[in-house]
């Protein structure tokens, strides 16, 4: 519930950081996250998954004390690195940023790394509510920020930096003291031993899901770099501003429905009964998501466009490419757990590692030759949404289902977007 929350909130925040703050600046922000979002994986090394399996919470802690080394580490690495290198988190000539904006690459890394640690020992003592207070605090204070900091700073990238900022080190506060109310501080002092048997005991995380995590970072961080180098920092914000505003609902729905699922299915060990399951969830998406997402992809442009401002106007030519790919998401985002519980996580994460790196060299050949921007975000968008139907194909093939159904309800999928679309276009004539 917190989670949903906080995305709920963090969707609020974009009209308002649109009408604040010039695309550009949105362009700024992105590339910080790139650069703290790939240590990201290597900072808590997966452990944060393993930590609830534990046998005793003393070896809990140890692995709470592994993830935290690695943070103190990293972050320390990336602040002199963005103290020593001006132009790291700049593509294509831009000016320099100051010293005390770049530093808001480690702060970030710092503070999300500690708050996924903190959250781990929460989920293990299974103190959910305070899990949902720490997401909520997050979203909120977001928003907070994005309302006051403008009128403190104006609309510059102090504003738009301390909006995010303050977000997250106050969502790492709250969790933080949740999880020492918790006993996670408990017995302070582990040996360096203790600490080396948990994290080989746990090896598999680092090994298979760290590579996993870095792919997935290296390819959305990839095509940011592209973009601000290819495009400009303008595109590169309004590309990443119009998929937030789009794929926070998606993954609002995706998180829900995946965990209801997951949970209900693993609770059968009968295999007919977890296709049955399946099934019955996928029908009516198959259904309606398709439908829904060709009709908004040609009614929601100009409604979006207007509620982000003059600034954003270009964002109307944005939307239906990436609505289209945001409902193929949809029906297959939920799904992601089927390889766990047929016992396939190889083939997922070769299917996961495959789509990144085909995506990447598309978006490079699509910059090299010389693709418009409205052209390259077009293709990239349409390639990820045939990718999606395919890793859809695998994931119900792995659960049981045969040739012809599942191929009858892929094209089940791409009509009912057709008929979509073709309603939107007749629909968007008259507004």
């Known amino acids: 519930m917190g989670a949903v929350l906080s995305r709920a909130f963090l969707l609020l925040t974009v009209p308002l ?23 990201a994986p290597l900072a808590l090394l997966r452990y944060d998954i393993a930590v609830p399996l534990e046998a005793d919470d003393d070896s809990a802690r140890a692995l709470l004390a592994v993830m935290l080394l690695a943070t103190a580490f990293l972050t320390g690495l990336l602040t002199i690195v963005c103290m020593l290198t001006p132009n790291l988190v ?12 770049r530093l808001a690459a480690p702060i970030y890394l710092f503070a999300t790394s500690i708050t996924a640690i903190a959250s781990a020992w929460l989920v293990r003592q299974r103190h959910y509510l305070a899990l949902s207070l720490s997401n909520s605090a997050l979203g909120v204070t977001t928003l907070g920020g994005a ?20 977000g997250v080190i106050v969502g790492m506060i709250v969790a933080v003291g949740a999880a020492i109310r918790a006993g996670a501080l408990r017995n302070p002092y582990i040996a360096v031993s203790r600490m080396i048997i948990s994290a080989k005991a746990y090896r598999v995380y680092p090994i298979y899901s760290t590579p996993y995590s870095l792919s997935a970072v290296a390819f959305d961080r990839g095509i940011q770099f592209i ?21 926070l609902p998606v993954n609002v729905c995706t ?19 977890r296709k049955q399951i399946i099934g019955s969830v996928a029908k009516p998406l198959f259904l309606v998501v398709p439908f829904a997402s060709g009709f908004a992809a040609y009614t929601l442009h100009h409604p979006i466009a207007l509620l982000l401002g003059e600034n954003w106007m270009a964002a109307a030519d944005l939307v239906p490419p990436m609505v289209l790919h945001a409902g193929t998401l949809t029906i297959t985002a939920w799904l992601d757990r089927v390889f766990d519980l047929f016992g396939r996580q190889r083939l997922s994460v070769a299917l996961q590692i495959g789509s990144d790196f085909l995506q990447l060299a598309l978006a490079f050949a699509l910059a090299a030759y010389g693709f418009a921007f409205i052209e390259f975000v077009w293709a990239v968008s349409m390639f990820a949404g045939a990718y999606n139907l395919l890793w859809l ?12 159904v599942t191929a009858l309800w892929l094209a089940g999928v791409v009509a009912f977007a057709l008929i979509g679309i073709a309603l939107g276009v007749t629909v968007a004539r008259y507004i």
């Not at 700049?90 to 904006?101: K, S």
């Not at 994931?395 to 045969?402: H, I, P, S």
């Open 147 to 166: 309302l006051l900091f403008p009128y403190i700073w104006g609309p510059s990238i102090e504003a738009l930096f301390g909006t995010f900022i303050f």
């Open 255 to 273: 998180t829900a429905l995946r965990q209801v699922v997951f949970g209900y299915t693993a609770s059968s060990g009968n295999m007919a009964t």
């Open 90 to 101: 700049l593509i294509g000539g831009a000016a320099q940023l100051p010293t005390h904006v």
């Open 393 to 404: 194909f695998i994931a119900l093939r792995v659960a049981g289902f045969d040739w012809a």
């Open 227 to 247: 973009l601000s180098t290819a495009y400009g920092l303008s595109s590169l914000g309004l590309f990443y501003l119009v998929r937030q505003i789009l794929f």
């Open 17 to 39: 950081v649109a009408q604040n703050f010039a695309p550009e600046l949105f362009g700024y922000w992105q590339i910080i996250l790139a650069v703290a979002t790939v240590a």
